[in-house]
């Protein structure tokens, strides 16, 4: 993926060994020649400023990597104006494949601090996040994590945040669909695998939490035959399927619950995935409710994501799922290194509590934990074969999808 300026950093320009990663050896060029929180050093006027990417650019996460290099790119040609520079430094994306396997993330990450980059974005995975945020955080630089969507980011230490939503906002927005939840049946249709059952567990947590009563209908990965389970579902007679899945036979799944009533029994959803799955749906498609983050349009007549598109569009591209997620952590970056390209305390503080007009509409990061607040949508699907096409229903405003927040901050105030 090409960037302003993709030199990239490899092992042979590091310190002798990832061991002395966390000494900071950085080299005449590094973003910073002081430590990570600023105390010290800073960044000659001028110069270029690099920015670790860590994502996926190989292995099953590699077509999210992609959507997410998109939008960074993007996101840096329109906060840049097209110049390549922010505050007077051009930026050097110093982009590393993580290839969906933690260790090679923590390497690279390790690598890059090795280096003198104190500032960090990408993670497709959700593992690998929390991997990356940790190293962060030991070595007192800025962690932006990108689509993955594991709740635990939230407040797991005062250098992480996030460009992308959370699981919680996901499942809160489905719970919009049917009203206040209260006394409300719900039931989750997932395979019965790591998979289905954290979805499982999220829905009772989330919605259960809003009154719901939540149960689960649990399916083998391999089933090919619905039908003992689509009874199950009918007989629960709930308000609301919650259904969580991913696989070869989605497709069989959505026929058996269409052609047995299910469908039409009560709402129905499930999450709005990347745009190549849409037919996957088959005819049901017109009968599914989907929660979703994002698609195209979603954001109704808005400037930014108008000029996503057409950056993207521009570069030979297509918008889908995490484009925005990229396009986002190009915002939240420019905005810390506006602030001081150096002092990772004085771009944490700027961070918290900012809010801006992003792809889909507000956002916000909440100081308290770093969540980050974002509308997501109520969506349909339209058209027939392999040509689908995503309608808004409604947008679900950040506040009425937000996660609690903790009662006290997670950490110290930033300037401590």
Known sequence: MRSFSPRRLGAGLACAALAAAAAGCASPTSAASGSGNGSGGGTTAGAELKI??????????????????????????????????????????VVEDDADNP????????????????????SVDSAIALQV??????????????????????????Y???????????????????GDLAGKRVVVLAQNSEFGTANAAGVKAVLGAKGASVSSVLVPPTATDFTP?????????????????????ATQLWTALDQQGVLSATHVVTGLANTATYPATGPAGSKIQFLAHYFTGAGGNNPVE???????????GTVDLFTPDGFIAAQMFAHAVQTDPANVAKQIAALEGWSFQGVAGQYTVRAA????????????????????????????????????????????????
């Open 369 to 416: 934990d770093h969540a980050l607040l974002q509308p997501e949508f109520q969506a349909t699907l339209s058209g027939s074969g392999t040509t689908w096409t995503a309608k808004l229903v409604k947008a679900v405003e950040p506040g009425a999808i937000a996660p609690p927040a903790p009662a006290t901050p997670a950490w110290p105030t930033s300037g401590s």
């Open 160 to 178: 992480t945040f996030r460009s992308g939503r959370e699981s919680y906002q996901d499942i809160a927005t489905a719970g919009t669909f049917v």
């Open 52 to 93: 670790g990417i860590i994502t996926a650019k190989s292995g099953p996460y590699a077509p999210y990597g992609t959507e997410y290099l998109a939008g960074l790119n993007a996101g840096l040609a329109y906060v840049t104006h097209g110049t390549g520079a922010i505050a007077g430094h051009k930026i050097d994306l």
């Open 133 to 158: 945020a940790a190293v962060a955080a030991q070595n007192k630089v800025l962690f932006i994590a990108g689509p993955a969507a594991t709740d635990k980011l939230d407040a797991l230490n005062r």
């Open 103 to 122: 260790t090679t993330a923590v390497a690279e990450a390790k690598d890059l601090i090795g280096q003198g980059v104190t500032m960090i974005g990408g």
């Open 229 to 249: 389970f689509t009874q199950q579902i009918l007989a629960a007679r709930p308000d609301l399927l919650f259904v969580a899945w991913a696989g070869t036979n």
């Open 306 to 316: 108008a000029a996503m598109t057409a950056s993207v569009q521009k570069a030979g």
